[in-house]
């Protein structure tokens, strides 16, 4: 996984939270929008987002996180 794609995960959750100043929106939304891998990784987030934010609040954050990045890694995202 190249770095930028680490800094984007990193940010992912404060990037959903809405707790981050534009100039790291912008930075994350460039990179999600030029990196398709990482553009689903994002899309996925949204949707676990609604779902934990409707439903009981489940911990799940390292296990999610685990797991998206083996999806990275499988789907190329260098
Ligand atoms: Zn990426």
Do not use: Q
């Not at 996984?1 to 707790?19: H, N, Q, T, V, W």
């Not at 553009?39 to 799940?60: P, T």
Request: glycine letters at 8%; one cysteine or more.
């Amino acid at each position: 996984m190249s770095k930028a794609c680490d800094d984007a995960l990193d940010r992912i959750y404060p990037f959903l939270d809405g707790e981050m100043t534009w100039i790291h929106r912008a930075k994350v939304r460039w990179h999600l929008r030029h990196c398709p891998p990482c553009g689903d990784l994002y899309d996925f987030e949204e949707r676990l987002k609604v779902r934990v934010g409707e439903g009981a609040r489940v911990d799940v954050e390292d296990d999610v996180v685990a797991r998206l990045k083996g999806f990275l890694d499988e789907n190329g995202c260098r």
